[in-house]
């Protein structure tokens, strides 16, 4: 399984920005599709999660900013981020989790940049 996730960039405080997760290879049917980030010097931290069945769960400094979605026929799970700041600023990972095996993957990362 690979993950390539796309749609990071510079961004000013306020801006908006979709992240795109492409999966391919045998992702199976049943898996929950998460979006992670990574601010510098501090740990990685869950975003927002969605199942096959589409189910959703945010952290709490993202609720009724970020929306996760995911298109199962197409293997894509997107992260749409709105009114983004400064804090956002992380490089956003994409995370597969392959059910009832828990086999997890992780994409490369894609840096978001939040400016002043």
């Known amino acids: 399984v690979q993950l390539v996730e796309s749609g990071g960039g510079l961004i000013h405080t306020g801006g908006s920005l979709r992240l795109s997760c492409a999966a391919s290879?045998?992702?199976?049917?049943?898996?929950?599709m998460s979006w992670y980030r990574q601010a510098p010097g501090k740990q990685r931290e869950v975003v927002a999660t969605?199942?096959?069945?589409?189910?959703?769960v945010y952290a709490d400094s993202v609720k009724g900013r970020f929306t996760i979605s995911r298109d199962n026929a197409k293997n894509l799970a997107y992260l749409d981020m709105n009114s983004l700041n400064p804090e956002d600023t992380a490089v956003y990972y994409c995370?597969?989790?392959?059910?009832?095996?828990?086999?997890?993957?992780w994409g490369q990362g894609t840096q978001v940049t939040v400016s002043s």
């Open positions: 995370k597969l989790t392959v059910l009832p095996t828990w086999n997890i993957y």
């Open positions: 290879g045998s992702t199976f049917r049943l898996n929950v």
């Open positions: 969605i199942s096959s069945g589409g189910t959703t």
